[in-house]
């Protein structure tokens, strides 16, 4: 017996112009800004079957990533779980959690990201006020200071690593500067987090935000968010709800505290992904893992020079996990990544904002932050700038 379909009177578009060939996806080498490659373990935890978002199984998933990411942070923050979406999107949740309208947000901008987080904080209805500092420089405490003194913020927001510049602004000292001015402090670790030391609790910073695609080398798509008491006791004063329901910190503590009430469909897999990276870095050891992404940043860096090339930041406040290569005069960037990428499979980024011409950005971070990796990169573009001179 054959079934027709209801009232069908609509004519489907046809598929033949559509692309039936199954998926293929390069092999990539990637040593851009993200996403970095994924190990294989986590690659395969990600291609599990999923299980139901409320399944006791998953839900000691949930308390194990939380474990996980406190230990990666050094955080002892209750509130502290991976949200739905990229980096922007945890970002957003920390803004969209304590700002209200017409509360004062004080932003460090010392390249792209800061930026962002100027653009997202006025969508929420504050009273932006910027500190500048020029693209590959950080802020002295004594800058920060004086920032705080004049704009009296509710909110003060920093990049500690600043991914379009490839600088480390240094937080030590700077919670306990928010705690004399009363004020809440937010850092972005999307490039430090899992390989750059972070202190979270000891350096009292209030809310802080990563992702999963670069230094935990996990594919993108969850992206660890956390928020300390008095970021919490912001948050429960407030006049007004928060203005983004899907991020929405009181709604999503009932789903990762102990009520378990549903909020939105968790993105399993990637949960999956997230705890299997996290898990390899607990095993590894955060001070080993970040001796590794020193160790490498270092050996590339002297690789750099051995070529003629120069580093755009001061030693001092150079990440390891990001390094921003100076373009020599006469060369095409875009040309060169393009070559890599096309011919070598290699991908690094090019210059954001600023910066944009004037310097390639590599990224060793997480399962990408060993020598041989950097070697190859060495190698290959020495070769590919003689070929283009
Ligand atoms: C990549 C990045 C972001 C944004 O993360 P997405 O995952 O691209 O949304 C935010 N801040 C910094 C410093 C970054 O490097």
Redesign the pocket.
């Known amino acids: 017996m054959t079934s027709t379909l209801p009232l069908n009177t609509s004519k489907v578009n046809a598929a033949h112009k559509l692309s039936l060939a199954p998926l293929q996806v390069p092999e990539r080498l990637l040593l851009g800004?993200?996403p970095s490659n994924a190990e294989a373990t986590v690659v395969a935890a990600m291609n599990c079957q999923p299980i139901g978002h409320l399944d006791p199984a998953y839900l000691q998933m949930m308390d194990e990533v939380q474990d996980l990411l406190r230990y990666t942070w050094q955080t002892d923050n209750e509130l502290t779980y991976p949200v739905p979406g990229?980096?922007?999107a945890a970002?957003e949740a920390t803004l969209a959690n304590v700002v209200e309208p017409g509360d004062r947000v004080l932003v460090g901008v010392m390249g792209y990201?800061g930026h962002?987080l100027v653009d997202m904080a006025g969508r929420y209805g504050a009273d932006v006020r910027t500190m500048h500092q020029s693209w590959g420089q950080v802020f002295s405490l004594d800058t920060i200071r004086a920032g705080l003194e004049e704009h009296r913020p509710a909110v003060l927001a920093l990049?500690h690593?600043?991914?379009s510049t490839g600088a480390r602004q240094p937080i030590e000292g700077v919670g306990a500067l928010c705690r004399e001015f009363d004020c809440l402090l937010i850092i972005?670790t999307?490039?430090s987090l899992g390989g750059v030391p972070i202190f979270l609790d000891e350096w009292q910073v209030d809310l802080a935000y990563s992702?999963s695609?670069?230094g935990l080398s996990c594919p993108?798509g969850v992206?660890p968010f956390t928020m300390g008491p008095r970021a919490v006791a912001k948050m429960e004063q407030r006049q007004t709800p928060v203005a983004n329901w899907y991020l929405d910190a009181g709604l999503l503590r009932k789903y990762w505290g102990r009520d378990r009430v549903y909020h939105h469909t968790a993105p399993v897999n990637l949960t999956f992904a997230l705890r299997e990276a996290l898990r390899l870095l607990a095993e590894e050891g955060l001070e080993n893992r970040w001796q590794r992404h020193q160790d490498t940043a270092e050996f590339f860096w002297e690789g750099l020079e051995s070529i003629g090339l120069s580093c755009h930041v001061d030693r001092a406040y150079r990440l390891p996990t990001l390094t921003t290569v100076r373009v020599p005069d006469g060369v095409d960037a875009k040309a060169v990544a393009r070559t890599l990428l096309l011919e070598h499979n290699i991908e690094i980024g090019g210059g954001l904002g600023e910066l944009a011409g004037q310097v390639w950005r590599v990224g060793l971070m997480g399962a990408n932050s060993h020598r041989d990796r950097a070697e190859t990169l060495l190698t290959t573009l020495e070769k590919v700038l003689h070929s283009s001179l």
């Open positions: 800004p993200g990229t980096g922007s970002m990201f962002r990049v690593a600043e991914t972005d999307v490039t992702c695609q670069k993108p992206s």
